[in-house]
């Protein structure tokens, strides 16, 4: 958790957009390229040259003509989403002759997030008149998007490392991942109209950018923070998200382009051009680049012209609306491209509608706010108002809803992060208070046999040789619920008894975290179909007080082998699509920034059901989660027994935590 003492620069970084602040906000505009302009962001852009695994170029100097050249090397961009192995295989499959590889992928963003932190450095380090770079308190806040799994944000924090940002050679430096692109425009949005949305609002956001469109659902909330009077926001349905942009726009007029010439060169030859080269090149060009930006303004004309590069003007090919070596393009050609994505638009906020109608049918959604890039566009203004403002829209829990464009679309994500980050030194509590989590998260335990619980029926038993008794293996107990609220800064807390045989000289004890994508209503009992392995916590003692372990069997009329009892804590931190662990014992927290080991698993996406019962309030969890109601008593026998061997769920039920501990 971000419990430091106030740094001197917060960074927010939405990827490609950069705010920098302390006690106020301002953004970084000057780019390499861009020298004579102001510029929000910067496009996500390299250039490889042919034979070569150093980029030449990156941002907006890989958009010079010279450098975007065929003949000089290979260009990348839109490689986001391609972090993400199961969509990185899905594009493999639809395009099998490009060769490149998920490792590229991730070398990509190293190059590229090293040239980002480089200018970065640039820029920031001669406004710190008290202190050096290196030493300065410098907090890098990062977004991510809703469709990234645990492991692809382990991931992601591994490249941004490896690309600069903190790491051993700038220790003062921390990195977080610390809201979703959806929270962070909500955050900003909130505190930079804080006049639009009253308490018990709920507001839909959708961030609509190049690569990714996300949606979050939340209600704001009344908080007091010692004196203060704030607005917090908590999430109310689990975050969704698709591969929905302005990328795919351009992309889907590339293939425009390049279908018209074909059939301009069957007409007609096209003299000196490599049509795939040419289709490319007016796809990135700034004719069809400002009318996409402008389309659907008040004085955007019927239609527009593109140059074709290193077409002559003596060209022309009416058929085709190629006119003096410019080809025209109207109104419904654009149109189109929009509305293919639109339409996907569309069916991902009535899946949150209807989402929301089912958890909570009596309530209603106040507001829709639009931010990201694409979330500038007029004609997907027009058109989300069309169908959602006014009483227009399909569900009826939506019909009062209004739509509302962030302030500064493009720039909401980052400056969220840090004015959330501002709240959070100030008050002491962060705007976003809660959020739900797309899955369900548990841990692999082993239960004490009871006969008379239905589920153990049937299931192998393993004789603990220390205590005599009989254990079920291999059981789930889960301290996340798909869709239940989580507090963002209070920690859900595990407790944990182990065994150690005396002179055995093991401090380090494994724990199998899981996750599954069923249905509350259909969680699994014990790990088996329905569960995943998401990673593996190694809890490290070593430094801890022996002093402190408790000898147990130690009485010559005692049963068993004599043995010590350690206890500790696990505290589960909730990210925004990530989970963050601590180790304490004896009331001491034992781990820093990095406690304990974690091995992260490859873990497949969520699908996108809806869920089967309205979040509630989260369990006020000191210890165990209660996971069903009150079984038939235990015997008292056992119950004198859970002292030493067990911890007692408010279930009844006898947990034993060891874990694979024999």
């Not at 941002?59 to 989403?81: C, L, M, N, T």
């Not at 239905?454 to 291999?474: C, L, S």
């Amino acid at each position: 958790m971000l419990d430091n003492p106030k740094p001197d620069v917060i960074v927010g970084v939405a990827y490609n957009i950069l705010s920098q602040g302390s006690d106020y906000i301002r953004w970084i505009q000057e780019w390499p390229g861009r020298a004579q302009a102001n510029e929000n962001k910067v496009p996500t852009i390299l250039v490889y040259p042919h034979d070569h695994d150093r980029p030449s170029s990156w941002g907006f100097k890989a958009e010079s003509q010279a450098e975007q050249s065929v003949y000089h090397g290979v260009v990348r961009e839109w490689f986001k989403i391609h972090l993400d192995p199961a969509v990185f295989d899905e594009y493999k499959a639809r395009n099998p002759s490009d060769t490149a590889t998920h490792e590229d992928v991730r070398r990509w963003f190293r190059d590229y997030l090293s040239r980002l932190y480089d200018h970065i450095n640039l820029k920031l380090s001669v406004q710190l008149l008290a202190s050096q770079w290196r030493s300065a308190k410098i907090e890098f806040l990062f977004s991510c998007p809703t469709t990234w799994a645990p492991n692809v944000v382990e991931e992601f924090k591994e490249i941004v490392g490896q690309a600069g940002f903190g790491g051993p050679l700038n220790a003062a430096h921390t990195v977080t991942i610390s809201l979703t692109e959806p929270e962070a425009a909500a955050v900003y949005t909130s505190t930079a109209a804080p006049g639009t949305f009253k308490p018990n609002d709920i507001l839909v956001v959708c961030d609509a950018g190049g690569g990714t469109t996300d949606l979050s659902a939340m209600r704001v909330i009344d908080t007091a923070v010692g004196a203060l009077s704030l607005k917090q926001l908590r999430q109310v349905d689990v975050v969704k998200g698709q591969n929905i942009g302005s990328a795919a726009i351009d992309n889907d007029f590339q293939e425009l382009s390049r279908s018209r010439l074909r059939e301009a060169e069957r007409i007609s030859p096209l003299p000196s051009i490599d049509i795939e080269e040419a289709a490319w090149e007016m796809s990135k060009g700034k004719d069809y680049q400002n009318s996409k930006c402008e389309y659907g303004s008040s004085d955007w004309a019927p239609s527009f012209s593109v140059a074709i590069p290193r077409l002559g003007l003596e060209y022309t090919n009416a058929k085709v609306r190629i006119e003096h070596g410019e080809i025209s393009f109207n109104q419904e050609d654009l149109g189109a491209l929009f509305d293919k994505q639109l339409d996907k638009l569309f069916a991902l906020i009535d899946g949150q509608l209807a989402s929301f109608q089912s958890k909570l049918p009596e309530e209603g959604v106040d507001h829709l706010v639009l931010s990201g890039g694409l979330g500038r566009s007029p004609y997907v203004q027009q058109k989300l108002r069309a169908r959602y403002a006014d009483g227009s829209s399909p569900y009826a829990n939506a019909r009062s809803m209004q739509v509302h464009v962030a302030p500064d679309p493009q720039l909401a994500v980052c400056k969220g992060l840090v004015a959330d980050r501002q709240r959070k030194l100030k008050a002491g509590e962060g705007v976003m208070g809660w959020r739900c989590c797309r899955a369900s998260y548990g841990l692999i335990c082993r239960e004490l046999y009871d006969s008379s619980n239905a589920k153990h029926i049937g299931r192998t038993t393993e004789r603990d040789n220390r205590d005599g008794r009989q254990y079920v293996n291999d059981c789930v107990d889960w301290f996340v619920i798909q869709g239940q609220p989580v507090s963002v800064d209070k920690p859900i807390s595990h407790p944990f008894r182990r065994k150690i045989t005396p002179g055995d000289p093991r401090r380090v004890f494994p724990t199998k975290i899981v996750v599954s994508y069923n249905p509350p209503k259909s969680l699994p009992y014990e790990f088996g179909p329905g569960v995943e392995k998401l990673c593996e916590v190694e809890s490290d003692l070593s430094s801890a007080d022996e002093t402190q372990f408790k000898e147990k069997n130690k009485k010559f009329w005692q049963l068993g082998s004599r043995y010590f009892e350690v206890r500790y804590d696990i505290k589960v931190i909730i990210g925004p699509a990530d989970l963050r662990f601590e180790l304490w014992f004896n009331n001491q927290k034992l781990s820093k920034d990095t406690p304990i080991k974690v091995e992260w698993a490859p873990s497949t996406a969520p699908s996108t059901a809806v869920l089967e019962q309205p979040p509630t309030p989260p369990l006020d969890i000191d210890g165990e989660k209660v996971r069903e109601k009150v079984q038939k008593k235990i015997s008292m026998n056992l119950l004198r027994a859970q002292s030493a061997d067990f911890i007692k769920t408010s279930s009844g039920k006898l947990v034993d935590r060891r874990l694979g501990i024999p």
